[in-house]
């Protein structure tokens, strides 16, 4: 008879408001991040386009359609099984932790926010509590109920009354168990007396029918309306009937072990089984009896399907959505938490350093300026603002290096390395004399002097440590360790804490008090038999280094992830595994900061000695600044990481945020369960100017020059900031009947019923875009005439081939636009129609006007006209126009032969000319008949060339501008200049215009600047404005490739026998066998710099995101 009693839930609300009560759910910002650790359980509603992941101490809800992050929910406690209940609405969570917790908790989807918690436990022989050792959750089919497993013994929870409606005993602790499609029966898989049993059970855990034995232990089971499934050790899938007779036996080659995590289960037609066992054995179609397997994909053991299995997500630490033939639909994320803080001694520049096996690396910025740092080296402690002791790995032989560098210089002063030595840790003491590393692989110490010389090796026999911490005066040092404490005693050259001292468990985090007299630790012990519970005693304890006696400080009922001690003020702060940050008084214990900064536990803290703040981070992925006197919270600083480039972002509790361009992709925006691009809001909410100023920067004219580029592109936007109020009108707009439309579509016509309203304001526009191109053209649908402010109409597009990202708008009378709701479907015919090519080429040598001929722009074209068709044979279309054939009524007539082209189809339109700007620094492209002196007279205007490209059939569009100031241009800063000479450099360049010499030739008008210093040292408004803000512009859909910058020069070069940036593509063409747009772009902006020295740099005037299609 079993020695504990089973006692009543014990049920504790952490929430009573109603769905119903709720307010509308905030937009909120979001960076998409990866799980700490490996994702362990997953969920999905594919209803609400819902799924969950979950790993150790996190679980993440996900849009499957947008594949984004909708919201994280952190555990202090190890999640052990996580589901989605009551139509989406709830989040179950199963955790357990030894001696700490055991319980089911509830969340509310839509915002996060803890509703119910149920914990189970039995009183135990020393009148203190037994958590029950929770292991499994098993949710049923409708979602309103989860089976509990604990060892051998199972609960069944009713999800809507929260109340156990089943309590019954397992033939064995390691029994696999699931529901059955009949009330109150559950199948079970076990191994007992040497047998591997099948059984079907009652509520009460009474047999109801027995199969017959397996050859095989079962790992995992599941169970469909009609069979049930076994995974067994030896890779095989055992298909039974209801009878529980075997109908069908499932090999994968594939051996896995008794104590596997493998999971099996079914997508939610029930038409395919999911078992990520291998990349050949993944998902099984049950109706056609042959796998799906996942071969170059991203493949780690865990995947998601949606219900009909035609996508997929592998989970690994983060999730990557698929086709199941293996493209890539959305890219995982890789974006993680800032750990390991450090400040440099000015307090200017935040650090996050990190060394495991495989690399070292820090990410930094400058709080004052916004400036970034990234090295691929650990910063473990800085000395002056610009030297700093760090760890490098050595890749090629695999050795950890200790070094004193000049971390701006790029310079290594002083280095250590000891091969076969993993060194996890290095500090200088404060005086700057003694230096020490720790490497833990060997549990040794290392002590030399500031050149990291006249090493000393101290073996620490046993210690599990992880850390080195300096005491103030310089004279200790401590060892931080899973269990133990040391204080090594530098001048006597011994310990004076030995690690019997410190006899306790758990965790252990220590700081040395300013006036390094003390040691604080956290202890753990048992604490003395309480009348209800039994539980683990967490004692701040003070280590008086002079007499060796520890005095109790302080009780706390839970573990803390860090404490630290200010330089110093006598003051300590603990951050706890609640995300609770606690600063209290040295002398008293008096509490003068308490906040619960983090949604999960706290594991970092750092005081900065010059400001009242204190900086924390957590295993939300969050850092979190506050001001521990005021008790408001200054920023948050997330890390980001982009297309291989790594950022920290900060934001201010008004949602502004601070990010640079190259990295604010991995930002969106959540409301309830909808998630919108960060272009929708970015014009709003990224203002560095106001994210300095919270972080108090000195440097005033930095922020002002930040808040003009914000304003300048504000004005380039046409948005009018007055609406930026509580209650400003947001049109609505949705494509209604998004639910009903499949993910693969079997033809190319898709219906879309679509409706828009704006409460207060007439509507003006309407659009729809189908990858970033507007179906309707970059002005869209005039509804301003009509004087409605609702829309209900249906609408047929056509589909691309592949995936269809699919989003509409409408703008009402005020500019402000609907957010957009995207989502996404596909298109592959089994007979894919062959991609066409049209090139357009225009090129000028010749000009009516003497003295401005060109020598290398027509080859540049026919040069280009010639690698396409070597590229694409057959399937491609060429229409150039040269010299006297260039006027604006012949390029203009180009575009009726674009109207021919079809959806699938590819556009390539490139111009070799002159670039011009005119008095009122309008652009414009040359023609053979343009007045150099008045452009605007039978010049292309700039936005008339673009317009070839707008409102065409192609979806693929790339245009190439090979002309001088093809980048943006901006008309304020030009008139700024006073332009004293005018010049065309038909025959060379001067050595001083721009340091270019004989052999290069400028492809446009020379503009001077006159004014002292206005180009010097800070760049103006709007190149700030291009550098740190996205370009989210409205456009056509297509990516605008521009060889130069507004204020630059496009050159020819006679040794290259064509303009530098027609070159740069032309050679990377006879490099590379296929390119996208995105390499394409990086690797000419890369090679026309190096060919000029920097005199020429290309820009993006315009960019497609989510289409990165291959232009050969």
């Not at 001048?491 to 030995?498: F, H, L, N, P």
Request: proline share 3%.
């Amino acid at each position: 008879m079993a020695k504990y009693l089973l006692l009543s839930f014990l049920l504790v609300v952490f929430s009573t408001t109603s769905f119903a009560q709720a307010k509308k759910p905030s937009i909120e910002p979001m960076v998409q991040t990866t799980h700490s650790d490996k994702i362990e359980f997953y969920d999905t509603y594919l209803e609400k386009h819902l799924l969950i992941t979950a790993s150790k101490n996190e679980l993440i809800l996900w849009n499957t359609q947008t594949g984004l992050q909708l919201r994280t929910i952190t555990s202090p406690y190890k999640i052990v099984g996580a589901a989605l209940c009551n139509k989406g609405e709830e989040i179950a969570i199963l955790m357990y932790e030894h001696t700490k917790d055991g319980s089911l908790r509830f969340y509310n989807s839509h915002n996060g926010k803890p509703l119910d918690t149920l914990s189970y436990f039995t009183n135990n022989v020393y009148n203190g509590i037994y958590w029950k050792s929770l292991d499994l959750m098993v949710k049923n089919n409708a979602g309103d109920k989860l089976l509990l497993k604990a060892s051998d013994e199972v609960f069944v929870v009713d999800v809507i009354g929260r109340k156990k409606v089943a309590n019954f005993k397992l033939p064995t602790y390691d029994s696999k168990i699931v529901f059955t499609n009949k009330e109150n029966e559950y199948f079970l898989a076990f191994n007992k007396d040497n047998k591997q049993k099948v059984e079907i059970i009652d509520q009460n855990g009474i047999l109801v029918k027995e199969g017959n034995s397996l050859s095989s232990s079962a790992v995992a089971v599941a169970a469909s309306h009609n069979s049930f499934y076994v995974l067994t050790q030896k890779g095989q899938i055992i298909i039974l009937d209801q009878e529980l007779k075997e109908t069908e036996t499932l090999e994968t080659k594939t051996n896995i072990g008794a104590y596997s995590s493998k999971k099996i289960n079914l997508s939610n037609d029930q038409r395919h089984l999911v078992v990520p066992i291998n990349d050949t054995s993944a998902v099984y179609d049950l109706q056609k009896h042959k796998w799906i397997g996942l071969k170059n994909m991203a493949y780690d053991g865990m995947i998601a399907t949606t219900a009909d299995a035609s996508q997929i997500a592998v989970l690994n630490k983060s999730a990557g959505f698929y086709q199941s033939n293996g493209q890539e639909i959305f890219s995982p994320s890789y974006n993680s938490g800032l750990d390991a803080l450090f400040i440099n001694p000015s307090n200017t520049v935040l650090m996050a350093s990190y060394n495991s096996i495989a690399r070292t690396y820090t990410n930094g910025i400058n709080i004052s300026t916004g400036a970034q740092l990234n090295e691929d080296f650990a910063i473990k402690q800085w000395i002056t603002d610009s030297t700093a002791i760090c760890i490098k790995m050595d890749y090629g032989m695999s050795m950890f290096k200790v070094q004193i560098r000049n971390i701006y210089a790029n310079k290594i002063l002083y280095e250590f390395a000891k091969d076969g030595f993993k060194i996890v840790d290095a500090k200088l003491s404060p005086d700057g004399k003694t230096a020490a590393f720790l490497a833990t692989d060997k549990s040794t110490l290392f002590i030399a002097n500031s050149n990291l010389q006249n090493v000393k090796t101290i073996p620490l026999s046993g210690v599990s440590t992880r850390a080195i911490l300096f005491s103030p005066n310089s004279n200790y040092i401590s060892i931080v360790g899973e269990i133990a404490i040391k204080v090594y005693d530098i001048k006597a050259s011994k310990w004076i804490i030995g690690e019997d001292q410190a006899k306790g468990y758990g965790y252990v985090y220590i700081a040395f008090t300013p006036d390094s007299k003390s040691l604080l630790y956290q202890f753990s012990e048992l604490d003395k038999p309480k009348p209800d519970y039994k539980k683990l005693g967490y004692t701040i304890k003070s280590f008086d280094i002079s007499t060796a006696i520890a005095t109790e400080k302080l009780v706390l009922d839970f573990p803390i992830g860090k404490i630290v001690c200010h330089p110093t003020d006598y003051i300590y702060a603990i951050a706890d595994l609640k995300g609770n940050v606690v600063v209290r008084k040295l002398e008293d214990n008096s509490i003068i900061f308490n906040e619960k900064s983090h949604s999960g536990f706290a594991n970092d803290a750092l005081f900065l000695n010059k400001r009242k703040w204190l900086i924390t981070s957590g295993n939300d992925k969050q850092t979190v600044i506050v001001n521990y006197e005021t008790g408001k919270q200054i920023a948050k600083a997330v890390s980001l990481f982009n297309d291989g480039k790594a950022a920290i972002g900060f934001f201010t509790p008004n949602n502004y945020y601070m990010i640079p361009a190259s990295n604010v992709a991995g930002l969106h925006f959540t409301e309830d369960f909808n998630t919108y691009s960060f272009k929708q809001f970015d014009y709003r909410f990224n203002r560095p100017d106001k994210v300095l100023q919270a972080l108090e920067s000195p440097d005033t004219a930095l922020i002002s020059s930040y808040k003009k580029a914000y304003e300048k592109r504000i004005k380039k936007l046409g948005i009018d900031t007055s609406l930026f109020t509580s209650t400003y009108s947001v049109p609505d707009a949705d494509i209604t009947n998004r639910d009903q439309l499949l993910f693969e579509q079997k033809t190319n016509q898709l219906v879309l019923k679509i409706k828009a309203n704006d409460k207060s304001i007439p509507l003006d526009r309407f659009n729809i875009w189908v990858n970033e191109v507007p179906i309707y053209g970059l002005k869209g649908i005039n509804l301003k005439l009509a004087k409605r402010s609702t829309l209900d109409t249906t609408i047929t597009i056509s589909l691309s081939t592949g995936n269809n990202k699919i989003e509409t708008s409408v703008i009402n009378t005020n500019g402000i636009e609907s957010y957009r709701l995207p989502v996404v479907v596909n298109y592959n015919p089994e007979n894919k129609p062959v991609s066409k090519l049209y090139f357009v080429g225009i090129g000028i040598n010749n000009f009516e006007q003497e003295g401005h001929n060109l020598q290398w722009s027509v080859k540049d074209i026919r040069d280009l006209a010639n690698k396409l068709r070597q590229k694409y044979a057959d399937n491609i279309e060429i229409d150039t126009l040269f010299n006297q054939q260039v006027t604006t009524e012949n390029i203009l007539a180009l575009k009726s032969k674009l109207q021919q082209s079809k959806v699938n189809d590819r556009v390539i339109v490139a111009y070799s000319g002159h670039g011009l700007l005119s008095k009122n620094y309008d652009y414009f492209l040359s023609t053979f008949n343009v007045d150099f002196e008045k452009p605007e007279q039978n010049g292309l205007a700039y936005d008339s060339f673009e317009d070839l490209v707008d409102n065409i059939p192609a979806r693929q569009k790339l245009m190439l501008i090979d002309a001088c100031h093809s980048g943006e241009v901006d008309k304020e800063e030009l008139q700024k200049l006073n332009q004293t000479e005018t010049q065309l450099a038909s025959t060379g360049v001067q050595a001083n215009a721009e340091g270019a010499t004989s052999d290069a030739t400028g492809k446009g008008v020379k503009v001077k600047n006159t004014s002292k210093g206005s180009k010097l040292g800070m760049k103006n408004s709007f190149e700030l404005m291009q550098d740190l803000f996205a370009n989210i512009g409205k456009g056509t859909g297509a990516t605008i490739i521009s060889a130069a910058g507004g204020m630059q020069y496009a050159l020819e070069k006679n040794s290259l026998k064509n303009g530098v940036f027609t070159y740069s593509i032309l050679e990377y063409m006879n490099e590379a066998k296929t390119s996208g747009i995105k390499k394409l772009k990086d690797r000419v902006n890369q090679r026309v710099v190096e060919l000029t020295s920097g005199m020429q740099q290309p820009t993006s005037r315009s960019e497609n995101n989510v289409m990165d299609w291959n232009v050969w």
